[in-house]
């Protein structure tokens, strides 16, 4: 069973920083393109960074510029860099693996992520 566990959320000020944390059993980290989304009370979940099995990034303009999606490979591991942090990236955060653009596992737990003064 494939599983994929998100960590790093918290409270945090208009401005500051979290780094999420997606960590995988198996490989399926390193050989995968993993995406992070998010879901905000009553709207609907979208991405917000994808990263390939080869590297390349992409994010929607909504947070490009502030966020960072990266991998280490040596940890099983895809982080989540969030800077300049807005009321508005108030969400659940998830990450999955993608193909052909659509997530592939069931949904985990998530972590939250709340932006407030």
């Known amino acids: 069973q494939v599983q994929l566990v998100e960590s790093g959320g918290g409270l945090v000020q208009p401005g500051g920083s979290l780094r999420l944390s997606c960590a995988a059993s198996g490989r399926i980290i390193v050989i995968n393109h993993i995406a992070w989304y998010r879901q905000a009370p009553g709207k609907q979940r979208e991405l917000v960074a994808l990263?390939?099995?080869?590297?390349?990034?992409d994010y929607p303009d909504s947070v490009k510029g502030r966020f960072t999606i990266s991998r280490d490979n040596a940890l099983n591991t895809v982080f989540l860099q969030m800077n300049g942090l807005k009321p508005e990236d108030t969400a659940i955060y998830y990450c999955?693996?993608?193909?052909?653009?659509?997530?592939?596992?069931?949904w985990g737990k998530g972590t939250l992520v709340t932006v407030s003064t």
């Open positions: 999955n693996r993608v193909i052909s653009g659509r997530p592939v596992y069931s």
């Open positions: 990263i390939t099995s080869d590297g390349r990034t």
